[in-house]
């Protein structure tokens, strides 16, 4: 699928990558990074430092550490990595007891560390997590509104009736659970979230929105919020991602055909929106200045195309792998750093377009990097 002139490119990358994560696992090993601090890790499982009760070993980017080392454990087969990421899921069983700091993105936390370690070695510890995840997140299921509801109440905001774009990366896990148990209910609520979010989020043109208010009472859609993005109406590039790349997800556990068709016509949003230097802003609709970006979008985005580049007809198919590799190509030679100055791979993330940091670490954004990357090497594994 992949020309030929990209080959060598690919490889390179990927060893470059392989490394980095030689070193880095080792230094970083009993640590669950977010971002870095000097460069250094940070480490949102130890609870001695409070980050607060959605941001220490709840928060909802736990599981994309390990993902990496399961990444890397695949393409290397050295153990070291399993070893380290089962420290991880460990660690995160703190979040079942801790019940109240759980939310919708169990999915993000569960798949790539417990639902990955069973997929890839049969521990059937991981399974049990993995299937008790599925079921809290199958309990936020509004069967009114028929969508999950996302976060939990903070100081101000009822969220009762929030469901969020960024969700689609958490169905599959529900649509896991059925797989694995034969139980149709878990494939059932995601099924009817992503109707929702279908009917709900998805513009005209192609772009989605962040957030969408439901009556909790009634399942009425009240109202959507720009979130992470600069404003209502505008088009949060993650989100746009999320999206497209969800979607694509939902098909392939589906089979369903609309939701392969929404993902396309996400990503010809996207694609018809990427900039000339192939770096993706924070919101497609932001201001010039200032011209904030964030490589996570990049990244998610990159997998996505390459995803939807796989279930589509032969002549179809250039188009998206060709966006992949721009996104992927302008990452590596700008914002990629594969050195020992600094822990993390991607240099500038963005988590929302109004938060006071811009442009810096986040481990999201390596693990979606490393991600497509190998998916361009036909040698990644299921992990959504
Ligand atoms: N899921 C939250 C985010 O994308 O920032």
Redesign the pocket.
């Known amino acids: 699928m992949i020309r030929e002139q990209d080959k060598s490119w690919v490889e390179e990358t990927v060893n470059k990558i392989v490394e980095k994560m030689d070193w880095v696992s080792d230094k970083s090993k009993d640590k669950i990074p977010y971002t870095t601090v000097n460069g250094v890790h940070d480490d949102r499982s130890d609870i001695t430092k409070t980050f607060g009760i959605d941001d220490g070993i709840n928060w909802?980017?736990n599981g994309f550490w390990g993902g990496m080392l399961w990444l890397m454990y695949h393409e290397t087969g050295d153990v070291k990595y399993a070893d380290i990421a089962r420290g991880t899921e460990e660690k995160l069983d703190k979040c079942f007891t801790d019940y109240y700091g759980l939310h919708h993105?169990v999915g993000?936390m569960y798949l790539p560390t417990a639902v990955a370690d069973y997929r890839l070695t049969g521990n059937q510890e991981s399974r049990k997590r993995g299937l008790h995840a599925a079921n809290i997140l199958a309990g936020r299921f509004n069967p009114v509104g028929k969508f999950l509801r996302a976060w939990n109440d903070g100081a101000t905001d009822d969220t009762r009736g929030w469901a969020?774009i960024?969700c689609l990366?958490n169905i599959p896990l529900l649509y896991w659970a059925s797989e694995e148990t034969n139980d149709p209910r878990f494939k059932q609520i995601a099924m009817m979230h992503a109707d929702t979010v279908m009917e709900n989020f998805v513009r005209g043109d192609g772009s989605v929105c962040h957030i969408v208010e439901f009556d909790p009472n009634t399942g009425e859609r009240v109202r959507d919020y720009g979130g992470?993005g600069y404003g209502d109406g505008s088009s949060w590039t993650?989100?746009q991602t999320?999206g497209l790349y969800g979607f694509v997800i939902s098909y392939q556990h589906t089979g369903k055909q609309e939701y392969l068709d929404t993902a396309k016509k996400i990503a010809h949003y996207f694609i018809a929106n990427i900039p000339e230097d192939g770096i993706i802003p924070v919101d497609f609709r932001q201001p010039k200045e200032p011209a904030w970006c964030d490589d996570?979008a990049a990244a998610i985005a990159a997998g996505g195309l390459i995803e939807i580049a796989r279930q589509v007809e032969e002549l179809e198919k250039e188009v998206y792998l060709n966006a992949a590799i721009r996104l992927l190509k302008a990452l590596d030679k700008n914002h990629c750093d594969y050195g020992r100055e600094n822990d993390c791979f991607l240099q500038k993330a963005t988590?929302?377009y109004h938060s006071q940091e811009h442009e810096f670490n986040i481990i999201?954004g390596d693990y979606y990097y490393i991600e497509a990357m190998l998916k361009l090497k036909r040698h990644d594994i299921c992990i959504w």
């Open positions: 909802w980017t993105d993000f969020i960024d990366f992470q993650r989100g999320w996570t988590a929302a999201y």
